[in-house]
Nanobody, 125 residues
Framework: QVLLVESGGGLVQAGGSLRLSCVGS????????MAWFRQAPGKEREFVAT????????DHADSVKGRFTISRDNAKNTLYLQMNSLKPDDTAVYYC??????????????????WGQGTQVTVSS
């Protein structure tokens, strides 16, 4: 059973930065494409960014392009999301997710089998 644990959320002022981390265990981390999703109060969960198994391919939602960067360190079984120039609209619970092994990146939440518990990001204006 794959276990994902996020950290790094918090309260930040607009224009600030945060780096989220997601540590994986219980599986072969480097065999899975990973992603970040977020869910704001009263809204559906939405795609933020995804990265391939070895990190060669990434994709970011238009709303975060140029501000957020997804990366991974397979030696540490850790996924990252660097968030810069944060806006109040970025306020949400952020989740990391993993696909079944050897699948490609995807922007659809239904393609991800494993999810973390989420970390809250709050951006004040």
């Amino acid at each position: 059973q794959v276990l994902l644990v996020e950290s790094g959320g918090g309260l930040v002022q607009a224009g600030g930065s945060l780096r989220l981390s997601c540590v994986g265990s219980g599986g072969t981390f480097s065999d899975s494409a990973m992603a970040w999703f977020r869910q704001a109060p009263g809204k559906e969960r939405e795609f933020v960014a995804t990265i391939s198994r070895l990190g060669y391919s990434t994709d970011h939602a238009d709303s975060v392009k140029g501000r957020f960067t997804i990366s991974r360190d397979n030696a540490k079984n850790t996924l990252y999301l660097q968030m810069n120039s944060l806006k109040p609209d970025d306020t949400a619970v952020y989740y990391c997710a993993a696909r079944p092994v050897y699948h490609s990146i995807s922007t659809w939440s239904g393609d991800y089998n494993y999810w973390g518990q989420g970390t809250q990001v709050t951006v004040s204006s």
